[in-house]
């Protein structure tokens, strides 16, 4: 299976940051732009977010979409409702196929490891749900390499096809190069990678010592927040700005020098972006089919590298289900 170079994903966007209105619009012009691949998961606003992608993409010929959900963290109260044991998987994958109003998602993947099942378990659901027509493939995110080649050597002896792994990874997230890169580029795993943008950071659009642009993530009191916090920090937001003219001087803007950065890796199969606005979406494909050459990427690498993460430690999954 193919998948378009840029995906769009609607993490804390549909169903919470944007009205269902500018969502739909934002799915239609991914749609006018040419982005058939689409990442949501069960947990992403409460399973809203697989809600409005499913009504954004209803009436949509399905075999010309790929569409990727995820299983792992709580959709619900229960003990049982997160995880990866057969009973959580085997429920969420019906709820996610209501909501995304499918018979079947392209790739599910496990949204990070949990200690708590044995692999087998896990492995065997996943493979009775491929088997039932249910998914193609199947995926994980966040696993480390020696997690990958372990479930990946299990899903061939179970006759399905483990294709994909999705990491967070951009400039200055780069903790998947050391490891777990190798090692899908020996058995032949691709790269779905999240955040190429650092969820905006990367846009440049937010300076050191000032408040964040209203309307940007950094402002969404829902969730959106939280999850940039950990990112907004004057020394990274200062190198930032240092990028300005490397892009300028690539003839891009900075969301597409951020977008092509990660597609210089050739184990990157897809930059999963976000957006909250159709512009957003048509800045970004620009990206598609640019050549990075080396002096951009040595200019990329000493205006950043202070701020750029490389541990493969950082790579992990909550050691209890969360
Ligand atoms: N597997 C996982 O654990 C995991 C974790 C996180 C995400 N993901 C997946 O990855 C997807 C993308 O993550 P992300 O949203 O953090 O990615 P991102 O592409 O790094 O950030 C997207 C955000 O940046 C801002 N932005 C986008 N284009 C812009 C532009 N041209 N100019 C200025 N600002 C722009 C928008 O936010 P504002 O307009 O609000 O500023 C947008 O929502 C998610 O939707 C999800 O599918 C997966």
Not at 66 to 93: A, C, Q
């Amino acid at each position: 299976m193919q998948v378009s170079e840029i995906a769009y994903g609607n993490w804390i966007t549909h169903g919470s940051q944007v009205e269902e209105e500018q969502a739909t619009a934002c799915v239609r012009a991914a749609l006018d732009l040419g982005i058939t691949s689409f990442d949501t998961a069960d947990v992403y606003a409460g399973t809203r977010a697989e809600e409005v992608l499913g009504r954004a993409l209803r009436g949509q010929r399905r075999a010309g979409l790929e569409i990727f959900t995820k299983v792992y963290w709580p959709t619900g109260p229960g003990r049982n409702d997160r995880g990866l044991s057969r009973k959580h998987i085997m429920e969420s994958i019906h709820g996610s196929l209501r909501r995304l109003q499918t018979d079947y998602v392209d790739v599910y993947q496990a949204h990070r490891y949990d200690y708590a099942t044995l692999l087998e378990e896990m492995m065997q659901a996943f493979a009775d749900i491929v088997h039932a027509g249910k998914a193609h493939y199947i995926g994980v995110s966040e696993w480390k390499a020696s997690e990958i080649r372990a479930a990946y050597e299990l899903a061939r002896e179970l006759n399905i096809q483990l294709v994909s792994n999705q990491p967070q990874y951009s400039m200055i997230w780069r903790v998947i190069e050391a490891e777990v890169v190798p090692t899908c580029e020996e058995l032949g795993v691709g790269q779905i990678v999240w955040s190429p943008m650092a969820q905006g950071v990367l846009s440049g659009k937010y300076l050191p010592g000032q408040p964040p642009p209203a309307g940007s993530r950094a402002t969404d009191e829902k969730s959106g927040k939280d999850f940039i916090a950990r990112l907004m920090h004057d020394d990274v937001l200062t190198r930032v700005q240092e990028l300005k003219p490397v892009a300028e001087q690539a003839g891009l803007t900075m969301p597409q020098l951020a977008i092509a950065w990660v597609l210089q890796n050739p184990n990157v199969s897809a930059a999963i972006v976000g957006a909250t606005r159709p512009e957003q979406l048509r800045d970004n494909v620009k990206a598609v089919g640019v050549k990075l050459d080396a002096e951009v990427m040595k200019a990329v690498d000493a205006a950043l590298d202070p701020v750029v993460q490389r541990d493969p430690a950082l790579t992990e999954s909550p050691a209890q289900r969360p």
